[in-house]
């Protein structure tokens, strides 16, 4: 099922929830509605549900539209962060539930219910937990259980509302490979809420990043990675480090007079002088030992962490060369790199960007 979300505004008292979003999600996508607490995600996510009234705009299902139906007539199926199980059932009546208080025209025969209720946990890798009740499994296990119970009637449209946020780091990881490969065999359309960005990179086929209750950008997890179309999304999608400067004739010059860093940014060639910023991601920042003379942004290494392959630096900008109020630049090398070089905290050191991405300011 496709949806069209067409100028939708919602407020709450004083507060802009959601101010004229619109979006088409096609049929059997996978999209996570990703941005940090309180953009107007879950706000959206409910809307879409027809558990919230967005006070203008429209919603479509594959042309229809269904601004004003009843939730309980969209054919949505929810999944959220708590699991929402009842305590009080075992797993196999949990998932049963829904196919069960339907009405007696639409209701399946018992052995019917039996038989989708078995499919369903052994689509979820669980049927041997059918007599168990909630308290006696693990996070992951209860929202496994509560996505089969949100599949049991069927629905067009799956919702997830940030269904691992419960969950330790490993178990979340997990899960996102396991509900990327269920969705690919059930090509259900999802909408996946979510403010961890590897989460949404990892899982999505397209990503919506939202900020203040508007959409800052949509895309492809690539996309949205490689060609940020904001400050705001460029500072989301992972670290970033802040360098001030400006721009002239197609460059950004960062640093002090006799140590400027040159910064390529050809989108700005008509600029004269004119105050920027860029954006460097800590592993697009080449480190090397400082010597008098060197081009680049000098700085003191203060603390490194080595964890696994990847060495971890923070150093502080020399004045002048300051990336941001609190003068921290972030640098990532090859743990072998930093191994090689010797590099020992307290030492100066001179970084030079790879890449960057240049905004006027």
């Not at 099922?1 to 101010?19: D, P, T, V, W, Y």
């Not at 946020?165 to 269920?182: N, T, Y």
Request: proline share 4%.
């Amino acid at each position: 099922m496709s949806i069209e979300i067409r100028n939708i505004h919602k407020q709450f008292g004083n507060f802009q929830a959601l101010g004229d979003v619109s979006l088409d999600i096609h049929s059997g996508e996978l999209i996570a509605l990703l941005g940090p607490s309180g953009c107007g995600k879950t706000t959206l996510l409910r809307i879409i549900a027809g558990l919230e009234t967005a006070d203008s705009g429209t919603i479509l299902f594959s042309g229809e539209d269904t601004t004003h139906v009843h939730v309980r007539e969209r054919q949505v199926g929810f999944v959220f962060q708590h699991y929402a199980l009842f305590r009080h059932m075992t797993v196999f009546e949990n998932v049963a539930f829904g196919l069960r208080v339907k009405p007696r025209s639409e209701r399946p025969s018992e052995a019917q219910i039996q038989k989708k209720v078995h499919d369903l946990l052994s689509l979820v890798q669980l049927d041997w937990l059918a007599d168990r009740y909630p308290s006696q499994l693990s996070g992951g296990q209860r929202q496994r259980i509560a996505l089969a119970r949100a599949l049991a009637v069927e629905p067009k449209v799956l919702l997830l509302d940030e269904p691992f946020g419960a969950l330790d780091a490993k178990v979340r990881k997990e899960l996102r490979r396991w509900l990327r490969r269920l969705h690919d065999d059930l090509n259900v359309t999802t909408i996946f809420v979510t403010h961890d960005q590897e989460e949404a990179l990892e899982v999505a086929d397209r990503v919506v990043v939202m900020n203040k209750g508007n959409v800052e950008q949509v895309g492809s997890p690539q996309e949205v990675w490689e060609h940020p179309a904001s400050p705001f999304v460029y500072g989301f999608l992972g670290d970033v480090n802040l360098f001030h400067g400006r721009a002239h004739e197609g460059e950004m010059h960062i640093g002090v007079e006799d140590q400027t860093v040159r910064v390529p940014s050809p989108e700005h060639h008509a600029a004269q002088d004119a105050k920027a910023f860029a954006y460097v991601r800590p592993h697009d920042l080449d480190v090397r030992r400082y010597t008098h003379g060197d081009e680049g942004i000098v700085a003191q290494l203060t603390r490194a962490i080595v964890v696994g392959p990847i060495a971890r630096l923070e150093l502080v900008a020399a004045e002048g060369d300051s990336p941001s109020d609190e003068q921290i630049i972030e640098a990532q090398i090859p743990a072998s790199q930093f191994y090689e070089q010797g590099f020992t905290e307290g030492e100066t050191l001179v970084l030079t960007p790879r890449k960057a991405r240049v905004f006027m300011a």
